[in-house]
């Protein structure tokens, strides 16, 4: 049997992540030693004993073997949650294909050299008569900065720092200086930065319905049988999930456990951050991408010292540092924004199930849209799979849904995007006060700028798209960013007659403006909620009743409680259709379900105008409903037909390089690699492959991209694809995508 070394990271709750190094496995230690685990490594000129944790394992020595340490022992008691998250980093770096080192970067809080923030209090250390007497020769001196601080001290037994600089106008020097004699000492005391704001009132305890109650049960009999499984919510929009995941939470913190709580956007924390806080006080936290590293930092290091109980934010929150794991909660589970684009590709409920599966946690995924491959596994019995199928609130009901085709209102003359249906019901509710939300799946002021003379549209010079007119004049790039001031002609021909196509949030705000002048409006898109509390500055007035109809893109219909609003209208409900995505139809649907869902939360009946083209589609007619029933045999059975997940598994594998033709090489020779697999030759199903094909936008900043599909129901014979692709040296650029 040959050697086999660990690479080992050093005191990884210590110090920042550099490097591994590279110690032999002794053969007492290799049936008991894997990716995670804690070990004692002699290290540096002295060999002195230091803690680490094995990163890797490989057959490989990195040097001379002569000169590589043996590995001491295992750390018997050093299984926490470092162990956990680097065996969790190993098994995304198997499963979806980067390196190690990528994987670390991921799961591991980073240690930025933040400097804490600390409390700063003066304290005297005179006697009182010994005071005075500074005091007076002071007065003599004219030193009246100084007189300012016995003063005070002689009034208070202590000063904070910061009122004696700002107030009392000592220098930081002055203060030294005074310390250094012995006159005063200052006191300095950690504090961490908390980005969730204080709230004075406290959450009622709200009585859960029958279904609601038999959820919970069914979890907490689990729990404390000590088996805690997957468990699929799956709740119509406003029948109480979130009351079902607190009191799961409940039981889960009694007993002194941690909770992680996954949201899918930032948008969502304004209310569901404050839902929970109300409930379980500085318990709480909470990260999401606009905290200042100074604000991470701190929740992490909260988090690893067991100072929080519950951590809440967007995927990379299921990374955090906890030590005794019970429950994960993924809200909206079927949100894309849980797939991650960078490698390792990841999406954070398989990573989410891997984690509870090696902390002995619970995982509830909750919806009311779950995605096809949960709500499949739930049929099989693979999750356990819970229903509620009424509204909490006794007096709310569904949404009164009309689709209006708008084919028909051209043919009766209105080129209005607006249909008369919706303008109808638009003037009833502002005449009666009430609330509208104005949904399309679109920003900016225009979709695209073309020439009408030639025809030709304005495109990024950097990518194959586009460019995206905004109303303040300039053409822009939603993939790198270039922009370029909009040009009074076309740049092809010289034409005088170049305008804006299509309709975004920019124009939908500008029309109904001047359809409805009176009328109180904000939009909400990606450029309104730049600033760090820009999405709860706009969510909260609107709650607040400061504005009548809302305008915006997908962030305004997820998951969000207004209880003024009962209309909703959907401007463009088949955009998504068109989308080069075998899952459009599915994200076609979620998305109008939420958005209908949104409408009638409160006392009053709610109304939902779905406006299409294209209002026979299933996922349209199934979404007015909200039966997701119907919409899962419809697609379910599409995607068996040709082939794609959860029937298939599919493997997607890109190649990038800002060399053509060394794309279209590669390409190549990852098809021949791929077709070369024994699966056919061994009896199974040969792997069907489709490609290399250019990516949906083949060119990004320069790059070109190229795709290829393998497809095949054994999950393992695609990893083995793509363990020998990754071996391949090519000269472009791989990403993989595992669904």
Wanted: hydrophobic fraction near 35%; charge should be positive.
């Amino acid at each position: 049997m040959g050697e086999l070394f660990a690479n080992v990271i050093v005191d990884i709750s210590h110090e920042r992540v550099d490097r591994p190094f590279q110690y032999r496995v002794p053969e007492r230690l290799r049936e008991r030693i894997s990716a995670g685990s804690p070990v004692l490594i002699p290290f540096g000129a002295g060999n002195r004993l230091r803690k680490g944790y094995v990163v890797e394992l490989t057959d490989r020595a990195e040097f001379d073997p002569a000169r590589i340490k043996e590995l001491s022992d295992l750390d018997e008691n050093g299984y926490n949650a470092a162990s956990q998250l680097i065996s969790l980093a190993w098994w995304m770096k198997e499963r979806y294909g980067s390196t190690m080192n990528q994987a670390l970067k991921t799961v591991l809080p980073v240690r930025e050299k933040i400097r804490p923030m600390e409390k700063k209090t003066i304290r005297s250390c005179l006697t009182e008569k010994e005071r005075k007497e500074q005091l007076v020769l002071a007065e003599k001196k004219h030193y009246r900065a100084r007189v300012r601080l016995f003063s005070a001290l002689t009034d208070m037994e202590e000063v904070p720092y910061e009122l004696a600089v700002r107030q009392l106008k000592l220098t930081p020097a002055a203060l030294k200086s005074m310390e250094e004699k012995g006159w005063i000492r200052v006191e300095r005391e950690s504090v961490y930065r908390n980005p969730v704001k204080q709230q004075k009132e406290k959450e009622q305890k709200i009585l859960l319905n029958g279904e609601q109650r038999k959820a919970v049960d069914a979890f907490c009999r689990d729990y404390r049988a000590g088996h805690p499984g997957i468990y699929l919510l799956h709740g119509i929009t406003g029948s109480g999930k979130t009351e079902v995941y607190m009191e799961m939470m409940e039981e889960v913190l009694r007993d002194g456990k941690q909770v992680i709580v996954l949201i899918p956007e930032i948008a969502l924390t304004y209310q569901t951050v404050m839902r929970f806080y109300r409930r379980f006080g500085q318990r709480v936290s909470v990260i999401n991408s606009r905290l200042s590293k100074g604000e991470r930092y701190d929740q992490f290091e909260r988090a690893r010292k067991g100072e929080i109980q519950v951590m809440i934010g967007p995927r990379s929150a299921l990374f955090t540092p906890f030590e005794h794991l019970g429950l994960i909660v993924i809200d909206e589970e079927q949100e894309g924004a849980y797939k991650s684009e960078l490698a390792p590709r990841y999406h954070a409920r398989e990573a989410a199930a891997r984690r509870a599966e090696m902390a002995g946690a619970g995982l509830v995924l909750g919806s009311a849209t779950p995605s096809l491959e949960s709500y499949s596994r739930a049929i099989k019995g693979e999750y356990r799979l819970l229903t509620l199928t009424e509204r909490a609130k006794k007096d709310s009901r569904l949404a009164e849904t009309e689709i209006v085709d708008l084919r028909e209102e051209l043919k009766a003359g209105n080129r209005s995007i607006f249909s008369r249906k919706l303008q109808e019901l638009m003037d009833d509710r502002l005449k009666k006060g009430e609330q509208i939300m104005l949904f399309i799946n679109r920003r900016g002021y225009s979709s695209f700028v073309s020439c009408r003379s030639c025809g030709e549209a304005l495109k990024c010079p950097h990518c194959d798209v586009s460019l995206t007119y905004h109303r303040s004049g300039m053409l822009k790039c939603h993939y790198c960013g270039y922009e370029i001031p909009m040009p009074d002609r076309c740049p092809s021909c010289g034409s005088p007659y170049i305008a804006g196509f299509g309709t975004g949030t920019q124009k939908i705000e500008e029309m109904t403006r001047q359809l409805f002048p009176q009328a109180r409006i904000l939009r909400m898109d990606a450029d309104t909620t730049g600033g760090k509390e820009g999405h709860e500055e706009i969510l909260s007035a609107f709650y607040q009743g400061e504005a009548d109809i809302l305008v915006g893109t997908q962030m305004i219909v997820k998951g969000h409680d207004f209880p003024r609003v009962t209309l909703v209208g959907v401007l463009a409900a088949d955009i998504s259709l068109h989308a080069p995505d075998y899952a459009c139809g599915e994200r076609t649907f979620q998305i109008l379900t939420q958005a209908a869902g949104r409408a009638g939360r409160g006392n009053a009946a709610g109304n939902v105008v779905i406006q299409t083209y294209m209002p026979e589609h299933y996922s349209i007619q199934a979404a007015a409903r909200q039966d997701y029933e119907e919409f899962y045999e419809k697609e379910m059975a599409y995607r068996r037909m040709l082939h794609y997940p959860p029937a298939l598994g599919l493997l997607v594998i890109q190649a990038a390089s800002p060399k053509e033709e060394e794309v279209i090489r590669a390409g190549e020779k990852m098809r021949r690699m791929a077709e070369e697999d024994p699966a056919g030759r061994s009896g199974e199903k040969a792997p069907e492959i489709t490609g290399p094909l250019e990516a949906p936008v083949y060119k990004v900043n320069d790059i070109y991209r190229k795709i290829l599909y393998i497809k095949h129901e054994n999950y393992d014979i695609l990893l083995r694809i793509r363990k020998k692709i990754e071996e391949l040296e090519l000269p472009v650029m791989l990403s993989f995508d595992l669904q």
